[in-house]
């Protein structure tokens, strides 16, 4: 079984920036659509990035929740098996437990939508934007 453990949270000021990680052992990851999601205290699981398989052509499309386009930056480091969730000008709105996931599909484009029916997550890392 698959499951991602995402890391690298913490607390950080309004308009700062973290970057999550998460390793993600015995699968190749770019065969599979990845993403991140996220918890805030008392609300559902929303999905916030996501990125789809590659065909070798491209490096897979990626899409972004309305409230994180042009901050959060989705990455991955195939070789060492580690996504990334880059997270730029936080927002105490952003404040929530982050959880990694691996859905078990290959497909060339993604939807942020989905990342929450995800197949694979596991222990998340609590990010807390507050001054």
């Known amino acids: 079984q698959v499951q991602p453990v995402a890391s690298g949270g913490g607390l950080v000021q309004p308009g700062g920036s973290l970057r999550l990680s998460c390793l993600v052992r015995?699968?190749?990851?770019?065969?599979?659509?990845i993403g991140w999601f996220r918890q805030a205290p008392g609300k559902e699981r929303e999905g916030v990035s996501c990125?789809?398989?590659?065909?070798?052509?491209?490096?897979?499309?990626?899409d972004y929740g309305d409230s994180v386009k042009g901050r959060f930056i989705i990455s991955r480091d195939v070789a060492r098996n580690m996504i990334y969730l880059q997270m730029n000008d936080l927002k105490p709105e952003d404040t929530a437990v982050y959880y990694c996931?691996?859905?078990?599909?290959?497909?060339?484009?993604?939807?942020?939508?989905?990342?929450?029916?995800?197949?694979?997550w596991g222990q998340g890392t609590a990010v807390s934007v507050s001054s």
């Open positions: 996931a691996v859905d078990d599909v290959w497909s060339l484009t993604c939807a942020v939508e989905r990342v929450i029916e995800s197949k694979y």
């Open positions: 015995g699968i190749t990851l770019d065969s599979y659509v």
């Open positions: 990125i789809s398989s590659s065909d070798g052509f491209s490096d897979g499309q990626t």
